[in-house]
């Protein structure tokens, strides 16, 4: 396993593998890994003859007052569980060498950006395709692996691959969950042991949603009122969105009639944690 920092190595590496016929996937990361992004490395290692997780705390991702210096780091440890996963090469680039002063090119996927995580985080997304597209320069994947817990992540992604004609295949995977529920998340380790307890409310929630539809509830707006009172309940919790919207579009339904997914981002004290749900409802039901 080896740590390449230089984003001239990495991509003359790149360049060999893929002159010698090799495969390359790439799974994103901001590092403090957990088995949630194991769970990536070890999809993409069934895919690709070599696996590279890129680590790098994304600076133009994060707003002025978000968790960008405290956002834990700890490249020896993520190294060694990217290892025992199966990952051949980190990828650690600094942000000198990513961002250069001079810097100003930036990729920017529109509408899908508009709602949800984006309407509460201004220019995240554009951080977020930026860098992405950097990286599929500079490692120039076949395949990419992401976590569905990030789902409008995924989908943005997944569109401006599309629009844009990146000539590499996403692989969403599923969300890993402990064994109550909680997502995992590398901001789960801000929580204290009561805000912990308290972090349930989220997949609660969305599975107390779900069994609303289960039922026959068709109204979004009815839905969501029954998720915020249950998260209004606990105390510690404050509700930044929780909506209902398309599987592809993101577009916001009001009357269910197919496929929905449920996304819902929720403070417990200061931590900011997202979660959601793809609920599949029989078009005729
Ligand atoms: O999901 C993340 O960890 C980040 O948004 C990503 C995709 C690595 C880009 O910085």
Not at 239 to 259: A, N, R
Request: aromatic share 6%.
């Amino acid at each position: 396993m080896k740590t390449v920092v230089s984003l001239q190595e990495m991509q003359n590496s790149a360049l060999r593998w893929r002159r010698e016929g090799k495969r390359i996937g790439l799974v994103p990361t901001m590092g403090s890994l957990h088995e949630g992004h194991l769970s990536l490395i070890t999809r993409c290692r069934e895919q690709v003859d070599i696996v590279v997780v890129s680590v790098f705390v994304n600076p133009i991702q994060f707003g002025p007052q978000e968790d960008f210096a405290s956002y834990p780091r700890d490249l020896e440890r993520d190294a060694t569980l990217a290892e025992k996963a199966g990952a051949d090469y980190i990828f650690a680039p600094s942000d000198q060498e990513m961002y250069p002063p001079d810097f100003v090119s930036l990729v920017k996927v529109e509408k899908l950006t508009e709602r949800l995580c984006g309407a509460s985080r201004p220019g995240h997304f554009q951080g977020v395709t930026t860098v992405v597209a950097k990286l599929f320069n500079l490692v120039q994947p076949d395949v990419a692996v992401f976590g569905a817990k990030d789902y409008q992540q995924a989908a943005v992604i997944r569109r401006m691959v599309r629009d844009l004609a990146f000539p590499v295949e996403i692989v969403v995977a599923p969300i890993v969950r402990e064994v109550n529920g909680l997502a995992k998340s590398s901001r789960n380790q801000y929580l204290s042991r009561e805000e912990r307890a308290e972090a349930l409310i989220l997949y609660q929630s969305l599975r107390f949603a779900e069994s609303l539809i289960r039922g026959g509830e068709r109204q979004a707006a009815d839905i969501k009122a029954s998720m915020t009172e249950m998260i209004d309940s606990v105390e510690r919790s404050r509700i930044d969105y929780i909506e209902i919207v398309h599987p592809e579009s993101l577009e916001p339904v009001e009357v269910i009639t197919g496929d929905v997914v449920i996304a819902l981002a929720v403070f417990i004290g200061k931590t900011r944690l997202i979660d959601n749900l793809l609920v599949h409802v029989a078009p005729s039901s």
